[in-house]
């Protein structure tokens, strides 16, 4: 278990779809092991492969450190609600940069286990935003995508400026 190196936007990694896991074995165990310290360290409240240069489907989220650990692999969204919630999201990849994003209040989603064992579940509120945001990573999807145009180019130039120091 180690703490891993987070890719900065704009990595061409944070842009691209991820391969699906298929295979169920130790060095997966090792991957998850690795992105939940990361994310810890971060910190944030969730983390995908591709964060650290690794593109597979595979995501973990805690919301808090009383929580439980989520590891969701090759996680796929089945359903939405129509409902729709605002929650402040942000990214490992893009530290300090923060905005509300509009997203279904509820949803039905489909992931595999670090066994490999398919399970379909419910999730509703900030855990339902969490989830949709990292499949939306694990899919190419940076978040900032899910801005409007002035709010994309309001977080760009402060995350430039910043950067340029």
Sequence with gaps: MSIRSIL????PQLSESCKPV????DSLKNL?????????A?????????HIGEMLRVSVIQLSPEEKVHYHINPSILSASGGMQRFT????SMPGMTDEVE????????????????HEEEADGFLA???QHEIDQLDGIFWIKR????????ILKKWDKQNLR
């Design 89 to 92: 999201e942000g990214s490992v």
């Design 8 to 11: 900065r936007y704009p990595a």
């Design 22 to 25: 298929s295979v169920f074995d």
């Design 129 to 131: 935003t969490c989830i």
């Design 32 to 40: 998850c092991a690795d992105l939940l310290h990361t994310m810890r």
């Design 103 to 118: 997203r279904p209040s509820h949803i039905h989603f489909r992931y595999q286990d670090l066994e490999g064992v398919f």
């Design 147 to 154: 801005l409007s145009r002035l709010k994309r180019d309001r």
């Design 42 to 50: 971060a910190p944030g409240v969730g983390i995908t492969a591709p």
